[in-house]
């Protein structure tokens, strides 16, 4: 069992470019979730899905765009990529429920836009 | 809102000593309650949560947390700290009532364990 499986794990941008960051899960879930972690920081919600064709900004949305056309499917997209979006990305997903089922999350994207 | 605080960057404990990893939370309701850890290079790994019910709860590797529910508070504890417990442990809270599926997640404790 995959789980979340996100892509790439690396990757160094130059300012100005564009990126989709990708993610997909095979459990099912109809929660889906990107976090940003900076050092020293703790997660930060960019964007979440409750479901296929649902999407919402979280607290960190600028310079970012999501999509959920499918339900196992949730990519991250960063149109002109800034110093400021060097981080490690975490895409992670959870069941449908009222809240009380924990997350399962990939094992990172680590970003640097020089 | 909902948030959730971590008062402690770093926390080092001796090798079989027991540990304490602290996280207090504010919620306008009756909170869910989480801890994750994250070994180096890794994403993070689900412990332990709290729903609802006994207010000690006990989770995967040994962890178990204790609900406090007039302390606001929802500490990790281990009776016997191991050197393969050295990782980033996070807190994080849910708020049912008004945020459904979103956590809000600490800032984290490092925890080292030296042997």
């Known amino acids: 069992n995959a789980g979340v499986t996100q892509t790439p794990k690396f990757r160094i941008l130059k300012i100005g470019q564009s990126m989709t960051l990708q993610c997909t899960q095979d459990?099912?879930?109809?929660?889906m979730y990107w976090y940003r972690q900076d050092p020293g920081m703790g997660l930060k919600l960019i964007y979440y899905?409750?479901?296929?064709?649902?999407?919402d900004k979280g607290e960190v949305p600028n310079g970012y765009n999501v999509s959920r056309s499918t339900t196992e499917d949730f990519p991250l997209r960063l149109e002109l990529a800034a110093p400021s979006q060097t981080s490690v990305y975490f895409c992670?997903?959870?069941?449908?429920?009222?809240?009380?089922?924990?997350?399962?999350f990939g094992q990172g994207t680590r970003l640097t836009v020089v | 809102a909902q948030s959730v605080a971590q008062p402690e960057d770093q926390v080092n404990v001796a090798e079989g000593n027991p540990l304490t990893v602290k996280c207090t939370y504010s919620?306008?309701?009756?909170?869910?309650l989480f801890w994750y850890v994250q070994y180096p290079n890794r994403g993070l790994q689900f412990l332990l949560k709290?729903?609802?019910?006994?207010?000690l709860v006990k989770g995967s590797y040994g962890f178990e947390a204790e609900f406090n529910k007039s302390q606001t508070s929802f500490h990790l504890k281990k009776p016997s700290a191991l050197v393969s417990d050295s990782a980033l442990y996070f807190c994080?809270?849910?708020?049912?009532?008004?945020?459904?599926?979103?956590?809000?997640f600490g800032d984290g404790t490092t925890l080292t364990v030296k042997p």
């Open positions: 899905s409750v479901g296929a064709g649902i999407t």
């Open positions: 992670a997903s959870s069941a449908r429920d009222r809240g009380n089922t924990e997350a399962f």
């Open positions: 994080a809270v849910r708020d049912p009532a008004t945020n459904a599926g979103k956590s809000t």
């Open positions: 459990m099912n879930h109809n929660y």
């Open positions: 709290y729903i609802t019910g006994d207010n």
């Open positions: 919620v306008s309701g009756n909170p869910y």
